[in-house]
């Protein structure tokens, strides 16, 4: 929900750096991510769930910098709708990419 995702994304945490996935389904989050932005609907398929925003949460808490765009669109009825889509900061792309690559 955007509350949901209101509230994960602006999660302090005293990190230094990001905890590796704990799941297949947080690596493929971050692969996707290292990629660039990804719509939600997307990322469910890509990470094969129905809830792909779960996963993006935890990764999230885990540390890592995922934000939101909120995307106005038209639904295939008429009405306007808001879709998510996900970034991974610049930092955390490389350092996704690094630990993904490493088998990390």
Avoid: C, F
């Amino acid at each position: 929900t955007p509350k949901a995702a209101s509230e994960t994304q602006h999660h302090h945490n005293n990190l230094d750096k990001p905890y590796k996935p704990k799941s297949q389904r947080e690596r493929r989050v971050l692969a996707a991510l290292v990629n660039g932005s990804v719509i939600r609907h997307d990322l469910d398929t890509i990470v094969g769930t129905d809830n792909a925003p779960e996963y993006v949460s935890r990764l999230r808490m885990a540390g890592w910098d995922i934000t939101t765009e909120r995307l106005p669109m038209i639904d295939r009825d008429g009405h306007k709708i808001s879709v998510g889509r996900y970034h991974l900061s610049l930092e955390h792309r490389a350092l996704a990419a690094k630990l993904l690559n490493n088998g990390g």
